[in-house]
Nanobody, 120 residues
Framework: QVQLVESGGGLVQAGGSLRLSCALS????????MGWYRQAPGKQRELVVA???????NYADSVKGRFFISRDNAKNTMYLQMNSLKPEDTAVYYC??????????????WGQGTQVTVSS
């Protein structure tokens, strides 16, 4: 089992910044792709950014140039730096981690989510 715990959410004014963290623990061998999703009230959960083990990142168009993902494998932690925040970025942010061997369908784990609220 893998546990993920997000932190760093909060209330910020438009134009401000926040950094989210996602700490992994448990049986974390064979973790490969990781990422951040978000879900706004009344909307489906959407991908914000995904990152491979090698560090290649794929961002949603809505956050390109403003959000930046990083992962510190030594600390078993992933980060999401969010700059130039907009009210439409308001959502619960979830981190996820996929686990499995290359030829297996990965098992996806989720954190509990952290609320980000951007005021106008």
């Amino acid at each position: 089992q893998v546990q993920l715990v997000e932190s760093g959410g909060g209330l910020v004014q438009a134009g401000g910044s926040l950094r989210l963290s996602c700490a992994l623990s448990g049986s974390i061998s064979r973790i490969n792709n990781m990422g951040w999703y978000r879900q706004a009230p009344g909307k489906q959960r959407e991908l914000v950014v995904a990152i491979t083990t090698g560090g290649s990142a794929n961002y949603a168009d809505s956050v390109k140039g403003r959000f930046f993902i990083s992962r510190d494998n030594a600390k078993n932690t992933m980060y999401l730096q969010m700059n130039s925040l907009k009210p439409e970025d308001t959502a619960v942010y979830y981190c996820n981690a996929d686990q499995g061997l290359p030829w297996q369908t990965p098992v996806r784990y989720w954190g509990q989510g952290t609320q980000v609220t951007v005021s106008s």
